[in-house]
């Protein structure tokens, strides 16, 4: 397979292809090319394939030139406006994970739950902030939201007043542990919530390890049911079963075949971020066997496709032809300018994974942004402000990481989080060859 990075443009090549593009790669032209390989291909075919390289070029699909990097100097001074929040809706959780960044909900500080009031100054807030964008994200968020489920409804109902009179669109999501998942909060989802995230981790005994209660029971045969019923009346659609797994499971290409298998067909699982000196962090060693475990999954997942019984794998989903507008593409989430959370207490943070941090704390609802030059540092982060990235094949499907996993394990929001970037790079691979395997099979 050859990615030209810059439009991204896949091609499926066979051997005599890709040995000229090395060839040509290495600064050899034409006839350089030709007469390197005439011993190993016929000289007839190796100018056919000399023409056809040059039309690809023509037509923008190959060697195509960077129209950003010129650009980014002004790129960094664009003018943002804020689209999306982060409601931490409940600073408390019923469930005691192992791996929590929240600490059971309290990040680092003091349980709370929002109340009503705060999170009406919170879509005040971003409705003031949001310039001419009309479309607009909250989602809520904890701890575990379903605690503070009253606040959450009339908060909706609040968004749904204000968006006839501003002509806004609100887009409401949610991220529960299913704990208390009813009928009546899955039928207000179902109507409200333009996603839903179903925090599981896989197999029974991945999943209570680490997600236990307080008192040590698993959740698993807890949430499973309610988890079915949900996805079964959200018609499959329009919500992840999202998991974590770490060093205890690196066969975690089991624990998403294991969710499929449950009758899951939209599944995210994601590596553990911890401080190295917890037993369940990823460490790098690991790394080899979860590039092994995402090439297991990428095979499964062709396999089911083709037998008419496939799942979505979030870290395999890429669009080639519509994807992210230049902004994402450049620059990720927009955590710190487009995106922020918001504590229980109106606090304004660049994004969840920040909170409890008093050095990132940018104002609060009632103040508004106050820390201006912190804004602009996230302003900064971008594809081309980081070395590594600026040389990297991936650049422009993974906009440059996270600035959390870059401040955790750097403490610089604009650096390289190096397991994270080597997995992400494994992934995009497999998403591609998924795409190429399909569309042949289609061919």
């Known amino acids: ?37 005439k011993g190993k291909y016929p000289e007839s075919e190796l100018r056919e394939c000399c023409e056809e390289i040059q039309e690809l070029k023509e037509q923008g699909m190959l060697y195509t030139e ?35 960044f929240a600490e059971e909900g309290e990040y680092h500080g003091r349980r709370a739950l929002m109340s009503l009031e705060v999170g009406m100054k919170a879509l005040d807030f971003l409705i003031a902030n949001s310039g001419s964008r ?25 968004g749904r007043r204000q968006e006839k009179k501003y002509n806004k669109n609100f887009r409401f999501t949610l991220t529960t ?9 899955m039928e207000f989802c179902n109507r409200e919530m333009g996603n839903v995230v179903l925090s599981i981790d896989g197999r029974k005994e991945v999943n209570d390890r680490m997600r236990p209660f307080r008192k040590g029971q698993g959740s698993y045969d807890l949430i499973v049911p309610k988890f079915q019923k949900f996805a079964d009346s959200r018609n499959q659609d ?28 939209q599944i995210s699982i994601e590596p553990v971020v911890a401080p190295p000196e917890m037993d369940y962090a990823i460490r790098r060693e690991d790394v080899p ?28 989903m890429i669009d080639l032809t519509g994807g992210p507008c230049v902004y994402k593409r450049l620059s990720g989430c927009g955590s710190g300018t487009e995106y922020l959370a918001v504590t229980p207490w109106g606090d304004l943070y660049p994004c969840h994974q920040f909170v409890g941090k008093d050095e990132f704390c940018l104002g609060n ?39 959390a996993n870059s401040y955790n394990f750097t403490g610089n929001i604009n650096d390289v989080y190096e397991i ?8 995009i691979e497999c998403s591609l060859m998924i795409k190429a395997a399909l569309a042949q099979d289609e061919a």
Request: aromatic content about 12%; glycine content about 6%.
């Open 365 to 403: 609802v009632d103040t508004g942004i106050v820390r201006p030059d912190l804004v602009q540092k996230f302003k900064q982060i971008n594809v081309y402000s980081k070395k590594e990235c600026s040389e990297c094949f991936s650049r422009f499907f993974c906009s440059g990481g996270c600035a």
């Open 134 to 158: 009309r479309n607009l994200e909250v989602d809520f968020f904890g701890g575990e939201p379903t605690l503070n489920w009253n606040v959450v409804k009339e908060l909706v109902r609040y």
């Open 177 to 185: 542990n299913g704990v208390l998942l009813n009928d009546e909060i």
């Open 420 to 427: 994270g970037c080597e997995l992400q790079k494994k992934r």
């Open 1 to 37: 397979m050859v990615l030209d990075v810059n439009s991204s443009s896949v091609h499926v090549v066979d051997d005599i292809v890709y040995d000229v593009l090395m060839c040509k790669e290495a600064g050899n032209d034409d006839a350089a090319a030709v007469e390197a390989l």
């Open 66 to 100: 960077d129209d950003y990097r010129p650009a980014i100097d002004q790129f960094g001074q664009r003018p943002t406006v804020v689209k999306a929040l982060c409601l931490h809706i409940a600073h408390d959780c019923n469930l005691a994970c192992r791996y929590c």
């Open 289 to 316: 066997i979860i590039k092994e475990q995402y090439d297991i999954l990428a095979q499964e997942i062709i396999r089911r496709e083709k037998e008419g019984r496939g799942f979505n794998f979030f870290h395999f």
């Open 238 to 265: 329009k919500y992840y079963v999202r998991g974590t797994f770490t060093h205890h499971n690196l066969d975690f290409a089991a624990d998403v075949i294991h969710m499929a298998d449950l009758g899951f067909k």
